[in-house]
């Protein structure tokens, strides 16, 4: 293979090149129409248009190619440029240049290449128009007539394309000027209504407002209304009437003065918030005659920083709570593994016991159990945060009796009287995994806190679906929660009771998942008595 050697004016050529703006430009359909066309016309299975830059040549349109660029070593277009017309390989094979030329031995296999030099004005090669196919030929001398007209219709569309983008840039150059002109009032209205911006001018003397095209847009005035000062007062918020007041005065003694207050628009009686901003005049006795400035419409602003502050305020609870969430998971997934660690030590030492091993392995089963409900509770805490709501279609009756097939072996349900009434007509969707969190910590504390030493136990499920929302009751007699303790029992890790063992997790991922839902949780509750939650989910149902 033999390397092409560079241009004589190859520093120039390159220069001009680049003045084209051309390189690495995305995919231009007249470029792309031109490649397609030549392919047809020289019967081609490839067709490229190429420049060649300082190490690569890269292809602006091509058929029959996968790839972007090569290195201007392989490349035969940078034996082409050479030429002042096409340069033809017959077969590549047979050729001392190509024969053993990556893209000859290997992908797209080339066998047979012509190029048309792409001749600027000035008359730099910047690239060409390339044929190529994977078997020997040669051009006929239509297809060689062709490729030549197509390759300088490209320098053509080139030279077209770097004047309409000098146009563009004069265009630019002048527009950009002619927004700077303030007088210009069609421009500088254009701007005001894309700010929201209104420009005024108020005379102190006689109380009159000159205003601008934007000011009458932005507080939904004609602009044949006759305004003064006392006329704008009208529109200000009732709540701010003292406040505006009391900064308009402050601004009669101040060169600068920059507040904000709420306005009522009379169109359409929508509350913004509006920016004043501006600069008292005074006359050669200092005393303030005038009040030019621009008011601005900052509802968007303001309804963005708000919601700033509450993200703010729910990464700083998240933070406090992965910080308590990662201390009391380290320890209560600890805690269980050390007590079954202990109690194997000593089933290993009474190991002829077998009641006493007995004994330890029940022990040693609690300890499991307890570790196990406090992975799943991890597990729900965890899903619930990451991932998004996603409402299908849900059957209450369905989604109980899996809840309850779950319970089943953790809890004596066959001393409990278990009752479910379910009104649902009409179709009800919300995310189905939420909503199986939220009735399994529910009904397992339902289960858990019962008395059944003392009477017999009772949980009651009530659910109502309507086309707006469902309404879900669970009710039980178990042992209450005491009413100091009740406003707690929906933080993270706190227990309202120690006589059940339990991960402090359940009631605050219930709350937390009611969130992502836009639901509501209430909860009535007598120490000795029992509980009744009520949950209320809007119905996704669309």
Avoid at 268 to 279: L, S
Avoid at 343 to 351: A, D, N, R, T
């Amino acid at each position: 293979m033999i390397v092409a050697g560079l241009l004589d004016n190859e520093e120039e050529r390159l220069k001009r090149l680049i003045n084209y703006r051309v390189l690495d430009t995305p995919e231009e359909q007249e470029f792309q129409d031109i490649v397609e066309l030549t392919a047809q016309v020289c019967h081609a299975p490839i067709c490229l248009i190429t420049l060649i830059d300082t190490h690569r040549q890269w292809f602006k349109a091509r058929v029959g190619l996968k790839i972007q660029e090569t290195a201007r070593d392989i490349a035969f277009c940078s034996h082409a440029i050479h030429h002042d017309d096409i340069m033809e390989v017959k077969d590549t094979l047979q050729d001392e240049r190509f024969f053993d030329n990556p893209l000859v031995i290997g992908e797209p296999y080339i066998r047979f290449y012509a190029g048309m030099p792409l001749i600027s004005v000035g008359g730099h090669k910047l690239g060409t128009l390339a044929v190529g196919d994977t078997r020997p030929r040669k051009l006929g001398s239509g297809e060689a007539f062709a490729l030549r007209i197509l390759g300088s219709q490209v320098v053509k569309l080139f030279e077209l394309r770097s004047k309409n983008q000098k146009l563009q840039d004069v265009i630019g150059q002048y527009l950009k000027f002619y927004e700077e002109v303030r007088g210009r009032q069609e421009i500088l209205s254009k701007v005001q209504k894309v700010a929201e911006i209104g420009i005024f001018e108020a005379d102190l003397r006689t109380g009159q407002l000159q205003v601008s095209e934007g000011f009458c847009t932005l507080f939904g005035l004609s602009t044949f209304d006759r305004l003064s000062i006392s006329r704008f007062k009208e529109l200000v918020h009732p709540e701010d009437t003292a406040h505006f007041s009391e900064n308009l005065n402050r601004s009669l003694n101040e060169p600068k003065f920059s507040f904000e207050f709420r306005c009522i628009r009379p169109s359409d009686k929508e509350i913004i918030v509006v920016k004043c901003m501006g600069e008292s005049l005074r006359d050669k006795e200092g005393e303030p005659f005038k009040l030019i400035g621009l008011k601005q419409n900052i509802t968007a602003i303001k309804q963005h920083e708000q919601q700033l502050e509450a993200q703010n305020a729910e990464l700083k609870k998240l933070n406090e709570e992965l910080d308590n969430f990662v201390y009391r998971v380290s320890h209560d997934l600890r805690a269980p593994n050390s007590s079954v660690l202990g109690l194997i030590e000593i089933i290993l030492s009474q190991e002829q016991d077998v009641d006493k091993i007995k004994e330890l392995l029940v022990l040693v089963r609690k300890s499991l159990q307890k570790q196990d409900n406090f992975i799943k509770d991890i597990l729900d805490y965890s899903r619930n945060s990451r991932m998004e709501v996603k409402p299908e279609e849900v059957d209450f009756e369905e989604v109980l009796q899996e809840v309850v097939a779950q319970l089943r072996y953790s809890y004596q349900k066959e001393s409990i009287n278990f009752s479910v009434e379910i009104l649902q007509e009409v179709p009800f969707a919300t995310d189905d995994s939420r909503l199986h969190i939220i009735l399994s910590n529910l009904l397992s504390n339902s289960f858990k806190y019962q008395r059944l030493q003392e009477h017999g136990g009772m949980v009651g499920v009530n659910v109502k679906v309507n086309e707006e929302e469902a309404q879900i009751t669970i009710e039980d007699n178990g042992i209450g929660i005491e009413k100091s303790r009740q406003g707690k029992v929906f933080d993270m890790f706190y227990r309202a009771t120690d006589k059940k063992p339990g991960s402090g997790l359940g009631l605050y991922i219930v709350k937390e998942a009611l969130l992502k839902l836009q639901g509501s949780i209430l909860l009535e509750s007598e120490l000795g008595k029992g509980t009744i939650v009520k949950v209320t989910i809007p119905n996704m149902y669309r």
